[in-house]
């Protein structure tokens, strides 16, 4: 399969394999009018198989997102056909409506204008909690 | 400008200078009388707590300020929809500093990012409450005259008490504390906050028989099995009976043991307790006002 090289835009390769829409609906690439290409399940000498975006548009993506969800994904910057910047992804210290709380106590889930913010409590077990209520952040 | 909202943002040493303040309040309260003279505290209460606002009142009161405020949501603008965000931004244009109690949890939180005065927290639902915290430890240093070495046994609800979590954060600062946990099954300690003693390799032990650790402790920390906490009438019936202390059980305790309660009790500790000379939780209510007035001094930073 042969998806064509992109002038200037963004490539996040190194996606876990199947977790390729879940990156695609939570950036809202969906919204965009530009090429995009979602390949799943390519080959990789280091995962096996992993997803990859291919974004032909020099775009601000939400890194805080993709490090939440997949934090060994890199983004690649192409400039004029040249991977210009090729950035790592750490995870994130605070995530900001990326994550609904889902505590019915929690003064979020009253207060609908309030943003809904978590912060990273426990980096090796990527745990956040609301900032608010401090409950656990559940998928 | 700072709030106090979780009892973890306080140190160590602002502890302790919170409490020679308020041990120095009780030695001379003249001294404190006209401290806050011309100063406002505004008690913001969505919730009904008789203690804690007149325990604030109190305070700013005996420091010569003066006192506004509501003591039920629906005497609010929150029962026409005002959000707490403008609720603090508000009232920050009446008084020098907040003391608020709201049912949702965070909501303190939300105050004190958008007042322009310091904000207290005075309870969020089952989330915090650093004031009692503050009075828990003012009592628990008057009567031991120390917080290292100290077996701390936290009995009753441990899973919804925001009191005994706000005291474990407190207490596990300092060295050579033991917690022992008893409670029956449904109302342990929650996992993560076990999970964050397991990491720094704290000592605990967890039963569900308190005649049994009795001798070994040198507090005890009653706490009520709340209601209010529980969507399912039927668990609390079960449950609230769990733990009633009475003087026999009391037979095999330690003399100088110092036992604790937040209060309200309803029956979770005998009255034939209250002359005991180990029960300490109405000299608690008292403290409580103390670190209250040690509390705001700080906040407004009056010399």
């Given at each position: 399969?042969?998806?064509?090289?992109?002038?200037?835009?963004?490539?996040?390769?190194?996606?876990?394999?199947?977790?390729?829409?879940?990156?695609?609906?939570?950036?809202?690439?969906?919204?965009?009018?530009?090429?995009?290409?979602?390949?799943?399940?390519?080959?990789?000498?280091?995962?096996?198989?992993?997803?990859?975006?291919?974004?032909?548009?020099?775009?601000?993506?939400?890194?805080?997102?993709?490090?939440?969800?997949?934090?060994?994904?890199?983004?690649?910057?192409?400039?004029?056909?040249?991977?210009?910047?090729?950035?790592?992804?750490?995870?994130?210290?605070?995530?900001?409506?990326?994550?609904?709380?889902?505590?019915?106590?929690?003064?979020?889930?009253?207060?609908?204008?309030?943003?809904?913010?978590?912060?990273?409590?426990?980096?090796?077990?990527?745990?956040?909690?609301?900032?608010?209520?401090?409950?656990?952040?559940?998928? | 400008?700072?709030?106090?909202?979780?009892?973890?943002?306080?140190?160590?040493?602002?502890?302790?200078?919170?409490?020679?303040?308020?041990?120095?309040?009780?030695?001379?309260?003249?001294?404190?009388?006209?401290?806050?003279?011309?100063?406002?505290?505004?008690?913001?209460?969505?919730?009904?707590?008789?203690?804690?606002?007149?325990?604030?009142?109190?305070?700013?009161?005996?420091?010569?300020?003066?006192?506004?405020?509501?003591?039920?949501?629906?005497?609010?603008?929150?029962?026409?929809?005002?959000?707490?965000?403008?609720?603090?931004?508000?009232?920050?244009?009446?008084?020098?500093?907040?003391?608020?109690?709201?049912?949702?949890?965070?909501?303190?939180?939300?105050?004190?990012?958008?007042?322009?005065?310091?904000?207290?927290?005075?309870?969020?639902?089952?989330?915090?409450?650093?004031?009692?915290?503050?009075?828990?430890?003012?009592?628990i240093?008057?009567e031991k005259g120390r917080?290292?070495?100290l077996t701390?046994?936290?009995?009753?609800?441990?899973?919804?008490?925001?009191?005994?979590?706000?005291?474990?954060?407190?207490?596990?600062?300092?060295?050579?504390?033991?917690?022992?946990?008893?409670?029956?099954?449904?109302?342990?300690?929650?996992?993560?906050?076990?999970?964050?003693?397991?990491?720094?390799?704290?000592?605990?032990?967890?039963?569900?028989?308190?005649?049994?650790?009795?001798p070994e402790l040198d507090i005890l920390?009653?706490?009520?099995?709340?209601?209010?906490?529980?969507?399912?009438?039927?668990?609390?019936?079960?449950?609230?009976?769990?733990?009633?202390?009475?003087?026999?059980?009391l037979?095999?305790a330690k003399s100088d043991l110092s036992i604790?309660?937040?209060?309200?009790?309803?029956?979770?500790?005998?009255?034939?307790?209250?002359?005991d000379p180990r029960a300490c939780?109405?000299?608690?209510?008292?403290?409580?006002?103390?670190?209250?007035?040690?509390?705001?001094?700080?906040?407004?930073?009056?010399?």
């Amino acid at each position: 399969m042969t998806v064509n090289e992109i002038k200037n835009g963004i490539v996040l390769d190194h996606i876990t394999a199947g977790k390729g829409m879940e990156i695609y609906n939570l950036l809202g690439l969906d919204k965009l009018d530009c090429q995009i290409a979602l390949i799943k399940n390519a080959l990789s000498r280091k995962m096996g198989k992993k997803d990859i975006i291919k974004i032909d548009a020099d775009i601000d993506i939400n890194t805080d997102i993709i490090g939440y969800v997949d934090p060994d994904i890199t983004v690649n910057v192409i400039k004029d056909g040249k991977n210009v910047e090729k950035k790592t992804i750490d995870l994130p210290e605070r995530l900001e409506n990326v994550l609904v709380c889902k505590n019915p106590r929690c003064i979020s889930a009253t207060e609908q204008e309030l943003p809904h913010i978590f912060t990273l409590s426990d980096r090796e077990n990527r745990v956040y909690r609301c900032l608010y209520c401090e409950a656990q952040a559940k998928d | 400008m700072r709030s106090l909202i979780d009892i973890a943002t306080l140190t160590v040493a602002e502890i302790d200078e919170l409490i020679a303040t308020a041990d120095d309040i009780i030695a001379n309260p003249e001294k404190y009388a006209h401290k806050c003279a011309g100063k406002k505290l505004a008690t913001l209460f969505f919730e009904p707590s008789t203690r804690t606002r007149l325990s604030f009142e109190a305070a700013m009161y005996e420091l010569g300020g003066n006192v506004l405020g509501f003591s039920e949501a629906n005497s609010s603008s929150a029962a026409k929809g005002e959000s707490v965000a403008d609720t603090a931004k508000t009232v920050s244009c009446y008084a020098d500093i907040i003391a608020m109690r709201h049912p949702k949890e965070g909501a303190p939180l939300v105050a004190s990012m958008n007042a322009s005065i310091p904000v207290i927290n005075a309870g969020d639902g089952g989330h915090n409450h650093p004031t009692q915290t503050l009075a828990d430890l003012l009592t628990i240093h008057r009567e031991k005259g120390r917080f290292d070495n100290l077996t701390v046994g936290l009995c009753g609800d441990l899973k919804f008490g925001r009191t005994v979590h706000s005291l474990i954060t407190a207490l596990r600062r300092y060295k050579g504390i033991k917690f022992v946990l008893i409670s029956p099954n449904e109302l342990k300690l929650p996992d993560y906050v076990k999970a964050s003693l397991e990491k720094e390799g704290f000592p605990y032990i967890e039963t569900t028989d308190l005649e049994e650790v009795m001798p070994e402790l040198d507090i005890l920390y009653m706490t009520r099995v709340q209601q209010e906490r529980f969507f399912n009438e039927e668990e609390y019936l079960r449950l609230k009976d769990s733990y009633i202390l009475t003087p026999e059980k009391l037979t095999t305790a330690k003399s100088d043991l110092s036992i604790l309660h937040p209060l309200p009790r309803v029956n979770e500790i005998s009255v034939a307790i209250d002359k005991d000379p180990r029960a300490c939780y109405f000299k608690q209510v008292l403290y409580g006002k103390f670190m209250r007035m040690a509390l705001i001094l700080k906040l407004l930073e009056v010399e």
